[in-house]
């Protein structure tokens, strides 16, 4: 009974987000009305980096165990789309961001109430389909000649790190196309597109069979840093907290790392 | 003097039919378009505008953007004319099956609609495997895959636009060449076509206008390379990523640009005897 | 029917009963036209010799327009023939059967310019650019249009586009002439003149006119011989003077019922060329014109009558018959052989006490008589 709205939440673009907070509004009507459980259903909102998007709502469902009558309700895009939402005065109550400097966003606006959290980290992988048609075995491969290649565009986060990466190893890479965020760089690897693609790790590994990674030294030039958040103005700052506590706990880390995150040690 | 009032009253009485149960609404209506317009316009970061607008990769978008629209335009004229005709004047069967499809573009979201195109025409598309295959062309990630799916996203505007004009049109005329001798594609050309032609001209000018705020379809299918497939569209896209305010400036040179040509388009038609 | 007295009428060959499929050779048009279209069932037999103006008279939907469509191939027959100067064009696409078309607003095309119009034709057959262009542009010398040549259709007055029309379907040399309501889209005014100016150009064509109108002084004015169609089938036929005078259905004494004279006319008098009888008109013209009255203008006196009625006559009564709420009284001069048609009121012949073979005046006020110049 519960699946339905829940599916239909999470399915919702940010795009939706006015219409999906109304939805959430009448779902908590009919919880009260009905009264399932004596208690008030609460609502936490998490605004979330994209690649996020798997581990997050396997913590939301644990979460939700953890506290009945809670429901998780997430905004999943790019970090700087979500930074840009919280600073105008989006209702949210934590902000995950994919990289720092997003997050430095927030945080300089205010909006941020506690002080951001590196949680998780992401690094850089190749990804190629799983016949590895140009052969590739590492980053200096990319470089070929016939090699066709799907790099983020520099603008998003995963293109700020690529583009330190190969400035880091010097190895020139002319991409067949600049991709506006790592998902669509990696569908063009599934779609057999391109012959390789530089993109996280977690994103490699959430694609499971569809392609297959291949680890390069130089990707340590470019970490990249997930900090956490609960804000300023959050509408369930208690919930906000342990949902924080939650990423940053063992529990947390354990779904991150399957994800193919390195979990940050402990500060 | 209780003449000229009585004249005033009358004058009043002729005037004072002002329609405003309509006029009401499309006020309304004409504001909800223009305010998120001013809105641009208000939030223009107008001191740097100049040094943003002089960046070599707006000119670039700029002009793949309109090059690309102009030949989306011109294809979707080629096939789609005719495509409108078949719709329009004969009584194949299936034909709402077909008119159906035609629109089926305008409801699904544009990157679907890209990703249908790479099953069919990439790499390793249904049909472009053997491309690739067999001469090693893939279309992908080129400039000819932008206009690709821009007719995709902007021809059924075209179709449905001449189909209306071609229904409308009063088809004795197409008679009365026939009796003088004209044969079916005579007539066509020389009666049809002329007495569609506002029809076809406002239909190529919404198809053009859709090619140009392209962007689903065309990131999907034809990726993004400054200069080779990324249009204005794309590039607004990701400079709203890193700041919006780029995207802003990019964003009213794409509507000035394409504002000017229709209206210029405009003022040329009704100019012409 | 009553009998009438025949005499003076003009010598017109007697129309010949639309008859089977052996068409004499000399026949320009010979069809026998079949459409079904849901209920309706048009089916007709036309005739027409070479240089002959025939017109399909009818009330709306009588499916006269249908037939010209035939005719032409726009629409398709369910059975039938249609032979023109001998050659079998029953399967003929339109595009390939020798006929030039007039249509009821003409159709001229609006993006050419009046000589681009006529020469469309010539071109669509295949004529090289310059000469059609050349036979357009005499052809609109010859119908007085040639300094209107560039003009684009929306710039001509509605007789000009009438005439470009004719010039447009004569470009390109046909053997049947269709004219679908000719005259319709004129006003009053025009109209007078573009039907003399019509009657003229048909009068030059050689092959075979088919015309179709609702009013029967089209009909009786530009045809030699009229076919009246109801409800899909001829009713009647045969020429106009005799078609309007001898009417063998309501619909044709209602609608076509009009007294009709050919003569010539002297000022505001018209001397009847088939009578020994003047008519006095209200407009004075010259030359051969017709004369034309309806027989509701017709009053009948038991006495002289008094005033300002400048047409009496003094006829004998030939035949009574009702014609819906009204009657209609034949009435001749056997001595002159002038003879006219009177509708009246039951009660107002009541008041007249008539028999056959009784005579009475009939007055005709001269403003109630149209005259038309003949060519």
Redesign the interface.
């Given at each position: 009974m519960r699946d339905l709205p829940r599916i239909l939440r999470r399915a919702a673009g940010s795009a939706a987000l006015g219409l999906l907070l109304g939805a959430a509004a009448c779902a908590e009507v009919d919880g009260s009305a009905t009264g399932a459980e004596g208690s008030d259903p609460r609502t936490l909102t998490v605004f979330a980096a994209a690649s996020l998007t798997d581990t997050f709502e396997e913590l939301a469902e644990r979460f939700e165990a953890d506290h009945p009558g809670t429901e998780v309700e997430f905004n999943f895009a790019?970090s700087?789309?979500l930074a840009?939402q919280i600073t105008e005065g989006a209702p949210a109550d934590v902000f995950a961001s994919a990289d720092t400097r997003t997050m430095a966003l927030v945080v300089d606006a205010g909006a941020a109430e506690g002080e951001p959290r590196v949680f998780a980290r992401n690094s850089l992988e190749i990804a190629v389909p799983p016949d590895n048609p140009a052969g590739i075995t590492g980053l200096a491969d990319l470089a070929g000649e016939d090699v066709?290649v799907?790099l983020c565009?520099e603008?998003?986060p995963c293109g700020a790190a690529t583009r330190t990466v190969l400035e880091e190893s010097g190895v020139d890479v002319e991409?067949?196309?600049?991709?506006?965020d790592v998902r669509?760089a990696l569908t063009?690897v599934r779609?057999?597109?391109v012959d390789a693609a530089l993109v996280y790790r977690t994103d490699v590994i959430a694609a499971g069979d569809d392609v297959t990674g291949i680890d390069f030294e130089e990707a340590a030039a470019a970490v990249n840093d997930y900090p956490v958040v609960d804000l300023a103005d959050a509408p369930q700052p208690d919930l906000a907290a342990e949902w924080v506590e939650l990423v940053r706990s063992g529990t947390g880390g354990g779904v991150l790392e399957a994800a193919g995150f390195d979990v940050a040690a402990p500060e | 003097m209780r003449a000229r009032a009585g004249s005033r009253a009358g004058v009043r009485v002729a005037a004072g039919r002002f329609p405003w149960l309509l006029a009401a609404p499309a006020v309304l209506g004409l504001a909800f378009l223009v305010a998120p317009l001013l809105g641009l316009l208000l939030r223009a970061p107008w001191s740097t505008f100049g040094t943003r607008l002089l960046m070599p990769e707006v000119r670039e978008a700029l002009v793949l953007s309109l090059v690309t629209a102009t030949a989306a335009t011109a294809v979707s004229l080629l096939l789609g004319v005719p495509l409108a005709w078949l719709l329009a004047r004969t009584e194949l069967p299936g034909r709402r099956v077909v008119r159906a499809l035609v629109t089926v573009p305008l409801v699904i979201p544009p990157v679907v609609g890209g990703v249908a195109l790479?099953?069919v025409l990439?790499?390793?598309g249904v049909l472009g495997q053997y491309a690739y295959d067999w001469f090693g062309y893939?279309l992908?990630?080129t400039t000819a895959a932008v206009v690709v799916a821009q007719v995709f996203v902007a021809m059924p505007f075209l179709v449905v636009s001449v189909e209306g004009a071609l229904r409308a049109a009063d088809r004795r005329y197409e008679d009365a060449a026939a009796t003088l001798g004209a044969t079916r594609g005579m007539i066509f050309r020389r009666v049809t076509l002329p007495m569609v032609a506002p029809g076809v001209a406002a239909g190529a000018v919404l198809c053009w206008a859709r090619a140009l705020g392209e962007f689903g379809a065309t990131?999907?299918f034809?990726?993004?390379?400054?200069g080779r497939?990324?249009t204005m569209p794309?590039a607004v896209?990701?400079?709203?990523?890193?700041s919006?305010e780029s995207a802003v400036v990019l964003s009213l040179v794409l509507l000035a640009v394409s504002l000017a040509i229709l209206i210029g388009l405009r003022g040329h038609w009704s100019g012409a005897p | 029917m009553t009998a009438r007295p025949g005499g003076g009428a003009e010598p017109r060959e007697e129309a010949e009963v639309p008859g089977g499929g052996g068409a004499p050779a000399s026949a320009a048009l010979a069809a026998h036209l079949v459409v079904r279209r849901g209920g309706f069932v048009l089916d007709v037999r036309l005739r027409a010799a070479a240089g002959e103006v025939l017109a399909l008279l009818g009330p709306n939907g009588a499916g006269k327009s249908t037939a010209l469509r035939a005719l032409a191939g726009l629409t398709a027959m369910a059975d039938g023939q249609i032979v023109v100067d001998g050659r079998d064009l029953t399967t003929t696409p339109t595009e390939r059967r020798p006929i030039g078309m007039v249509f009821q607003d003409y159709l001229l095309f609006e993006h050419m310019s009046a000589l681009e119009n006529v020469a469309f034709g010539p071109r669509a057959r295949g004529v090289p650019k310059a000469e059609a262009r050349a036979r357009a542009a005499e052809l609109l010398e010859r119908v007085g249009l040639a300094a209107h040549a560039r003009r684009r259709p929306r710039a001509l007055s509605g007789g000009q586009a009438q005439r470009v029309a004719l010039a447009r379907a004569l470009a390109v040399r046909p053997r049947l002439l269709l004219l679908d309501e000719p005259l319709a889209a004129l006003d009053a005014h025009t109209r007078a003149d573009v039907r003399s100016r019509l009657r003229r150009d048909l009068a030059d064509f050689d092959g075979a006119a088919v015309i179709v109108t609702h009013d029967p002084l089209d009909a009786m004015v530009l045809a030699d011989r009229v076919t009246v169609i109801e409800d899909g089938a001829v009713v009647q036929e045969g020429p106009p003077t005799e078609v309007a005078r001898r009417p063998r259905t309501d619909y044709v004494a209602r609608l076509v019922g009009l007294n009709l004279y050919r003569g010539t006319a002297r000022g505001a008098v018209v001397e009847v060329a088939e009578a020994a009888a003047r008519i006095e008109v209200a407009e004075p013209r010259s030359g051969e014109v017709f004369a034309a009255f309806p027989p509701r203008a017709v009053a009948l006196f038991r006495e002289p009558p008094v005033g300002t009625l400048r047409n009496v006559w003094r006829l004998r009564i030939d035949g009574i018959e009702p014609f819906g709420d009204h009657v209609r009284v034949h009435l001749a001069d056997p001595d002159s052989g002038f003879a006219l048609s009177a509708d009246v009121t039951p009660a107002g012949l009541a008041d007249l006490a008539p028999a056959v073979g009784a005579a009475v005046w009939a007055g005709v006020k001269a403003t109630e008589v149209r005259c038309y110049p003949v060519g």
């Amino acid at each position: 009974m519960r699946d339905l709205p829940r599916i239909l939440r999470r399915a919702a673009g940010s795009a939706a987000l006015g219409l999906l907070l109304g939805a959430a509004a009448c779902a908590e009507v009919d919880g009260s009305a009905t009264g399932a459980e004596g208690s008030d259903p609460r609502t936490l909102t998490v605004f979330a980096a994209a690649s996020l998007t798997d581990t997050f709502e396997e913590l939301a469902e644990r979460f939700e165990a953890d506290h009945p009558g809670t429901e998780v309700e997430f905004n999943f895009a790019g970090s700087s789309e979500l930074a840009g939402q919280i600073t105008e005065g989006a209702p949210a109550d934590v902000f995950a961001s994919a990289d720092t400097r997003t997050m430095a966003l927030v945080v300089d606006a205010g909006a941020a109430e506690g002080e951001p959290r590196v949680f998780a980290r992401n690094s850089l992988e190749i990804a190629v389909p799983p016949d590895n048609p140009a052969g590739i075995t590492g980053l200096a491969d990319l470089a070929g000649e016939d090699v066709r290649v799907a790099l983020c565009a520099e603008e998003v986060p995963c293109g700020a790190a690529t583009r330190t990466v190969l400035e880091e190893s010097g190895v020139d890479v002319e991409p067949a196309t600049w991709e506006p965020d790592v998902r669509a760089a990696l569908t063009r690897v599934r779609l057999g597109e391109v012959d390789a693609a530089l993109v996280y790790r977690t994103d490699v590994i959430a694609a499971g069979d569809d392609v297959t990674g291949i680890d390069f030294e130089e990707a340590a030039a470019a970490v990249n840093d997930y900090p956490v958040v609960d804000l300023a103005d959050a509408p369930q700052p208690d919930l906000a907290a342990e949902w924080v506590e939650l990423v940053r706990s063992g529990t947390g880390g354990g779904v991150l790392e399957a994800a193919g995150f390195d979990v940050a040690a402990p500060e | 003097m209780r003449a000229r009032a009585g004249s005033r009253a009358g004058v009043r009485v002729a005037a004072g039919r002002f329609p405003w149960l309509l006029a009401a609404p499309a006020v309304l209506g004409l504001a909800f378009l223009v305010a998120p317009l001013l809105g641009l316009l208000l939030r223009a970061p107008w001191s740097t505008f100049g040094t943003r607008l002089l960046m070599p990769e707006v000119r670039e978008a700029l002009v793949l953007s309109l090059v690309t629209a102009t030949a989306a335009t011109a294809v979707s004229l080629l096939l789609g004319v005719p495509l409108a005709w078949l719709l329009a004047r004969t009584e194949l069967p299936g034909r709402r099956v077909v008119r159906a499809l035609v629109t089926v573009p305008l409801v699904i979201p544009p990157v679907v609609g890209g990703v249908a195109l790479l099953m069919v025409l990439g790499r390793r598309g249904v049909l472009g495997q053997y491309a690739y295959d067999w001469f090693g062309y893939s279309l992908p990630f080129t400039t000819a895959a932008v206009v690709v799916a821009q007719v995709f996203v902007a021809m059924p505007f075209l179709v449905v636009s001449v189909e209306g004009a071609l229904r409308a049109a009063d088809r004795r005329y197409e008679d009365a060449a026939a009796t003088l001798g004209a044969t079916r594609g005579m007539i066509f050309r020389r009666v049809t076509l002329p007495m569609v032609a506002p029809g076809v001209a406002a239909g190529a000018v919404l198809c053009w206008a859709r090619a140009l705020g392209e962007f689903g379809a065309t990131i999907t299918f034809a990726g993004n390379f400054p200069g080779r497939t990324q249009t204005m569209p794309l590039a607004v896209y990701l400079a709203m990523q890193e700041s919006p305010e780029s995207a802003v400036v990019l964003s009213l040179v794409l509507l000035a640009v394409s504002l000017a040509i229709l209206i210029g388009l405009r003022g040329h038609w009704s100019g012409a005897p | 029917m009553t009998a009438r007295p025949g005499g003076g009428a003009e010598p017109r060959e007697e129309a010949e009963v639309p008859g089977g499929g052996g068409a004499p050779a000399s026949a320009a048009l010979a069809a026998h036209l079949v459409v079904r279209r849901g209920g309706f069932v048009l089916d007709v037999r036309l005739r027409a010799a070479a240089g002959e103006v025939l017109a399909l008279l009818g009330p709306n939907g009588a499916g006269k327009s249908t037939a010209l469509r035939a005719l032409a191939g726009l629409t398709a027959m369910a059975d039938g023939q249609i032979v023109v100067d001998g050659r079998d064009l029953t399967t003929t696409p339109t595009e390939r059967r020798p006929i030039g078309m007039v249509f009821q607003d003409y159709l001229l095309f609006e993006h050419m310019s009046a000589l681009e119009n006529v020469a469309f034709g010539p071109r669509a057959r295949g004529v090289p650019k310059a000469e059609a262009r050349a036979r357009a542009a005499e052809l609109l010398e010859r119908v007085g249009l040639a300094a209107h040549a560039r003009r684009r259709p929306r710039a001509l007055s509605g007789g000009q586009a009438q005439r470009v029309a004719l010039a447009r379907a004569l470009a390109v040399r046909p053997r049947l002439l269709l004219l679908d309501e000719p005259l319709a889209a004129l006003d009053a005014h025009t109209r007078a003149d573009v039907r003399s100016r019509l009657r003229r150009d048909l009068a030059d064509f050689d092959g075979a006119a088919v015309i179709v109108t609702h009013d029967p002084l089209d009909a009786m004015v530009l045809a030699d011989r009229v076919t009246v169609i109801e409800d899909g089938a001829v009713v009647q036929e045969g020429p106009p003077t005799e078609v309007a005078r001898r009417p063998r259905t309501d619909y044709v004494a209602r609608l076509v019922g009009l007294n009709l004279y050919r003569g010539t006319a002297r000022g505001a008098v018209v001397e009847v060329a088939e009578a020994a009888a003047r008519i006095e008109v209200a407009e004075p013209r010259s030359g051969e014109v017709f004369a034309a009255f309806p027989p509701r203008a017709v009053a009948l006196f038991r006495e002289p009558p008094v005033g300002t009625l400048r047409n009496v006559w003094r006829l004998r009564i030939d035949g009574i018959e009702p014609f819906g709420d009204h009657v209609r009284v034949h009435l001749a001069d056997p001595d002159s052989g002038f003879a006219l048609s009177a509708d009246v009121t039951p009660a107002g012949l009541a008041d007249l006490a008539p028999a056959v073979g009784a005579a009475v005046w009939a007055g005709v006020k001269a403003t109630e008589v149209r005259c038309y110049p003949v060519g």
